[in-house]
């Protein structure tokens, strides 16, 4: 009769164990790609893998499932997650270890949805910052050449600022951000009118996705003249 050893039995589970970790690194890449960009090479996304399967391991999650939506989440909120408050209050609860990943991934989503909305703030902040210099920068300008050279009519310092923003607004909405850019799309808005980018000449420079010189570029190109 055949006998296997407690050391052979051992390195079995260690070999199985380490397929286990290889499969679910390629099943995260396939599945989430753009988190995990960060780890370079396949080599170390093992790695990290390799370290959070032990976590899970240890915080009693031990069918291959419930590791892999673990591995989910921890590589979605990033290294250290499991010590933020929320998550270790789900963890250390009493909770089967079900109903405990289940409320893990519910946390989850809310935890991106507060992070996303915090992002767009700091986004809109920002983009208030650029108009705003904006204004400052082109007010002026824009009341001596736009009302005399390309005859805007804006008849205040007010209505100059309204026009201004707008026009930034859409610029950033473009993705031009340089003052250059700006100045350049503020230009094109003053001669072709601030609705320019919805002209038979602009659109398909625009819908061609171009980076912002190679647009702005493009649209100086093929302007009518």
Request: glycine share 4%; charged share 25%.
């Amino acid at each position: 009769m055949l006998k296997i050893r407690s050391s052979q039995i051992t390195v079995l589970s260690e070999q199985k164990r380490e397929r286990t970790i290889i499969t679910l690194a390629n099943d995260l890449n396939e599945i989430l790609p753009e988190f995990c960009e960060e780890f370079e090479s396949r080599a170390n996304l093992q790695s990290w893998v390799r370290t959070n399967f032990t976590n899970a391991e240890e915080y009693g999650f031990t069918t291959e499932e419930m590791i892999y939506r673990y591995l989910c989440v921890a590589l979605m909120q990033g290294q250290g997650f499991d010590t933020n408050p929320w998550a270790e209050k789900i963890i250390k609860s009493s909770w089967k270890p079900i109903t405990k990943i289940g409320m893990l991934e519910h946390e989850n989503i809310e935890q991106l949805k507060q992070q996303e909305s915090a992002l767009m703030e700091k986004i809109a902040d920002a983009d208030d910052q650029i108009l705003e210099q904006f204004i400052e920068r082109k007010s002026d300008y824009v009341f001596s050449i736009g009302n005399t050279l390309f005859q805007l009519q804006l008849d205040s310092l007010d209505r100059v600022h309204q026009w201004i923003k707008s026009t930034g607004q859409r610029a950033l909405d473009h993705g031009l951000f340089e003052n250059i850019e700006l100045d350049m799309w503020l230009d094109l808005s003053m001669k072709h009118g601030d609705k320019f980018y919805l002209s038979s000449w602009a659109q398909p420079q625009i819908e061609a996705n171009k980076e912002p010189d190679q647009l702005l570029l493009s649209l100086l190109d093929n302007q009518p003249q």
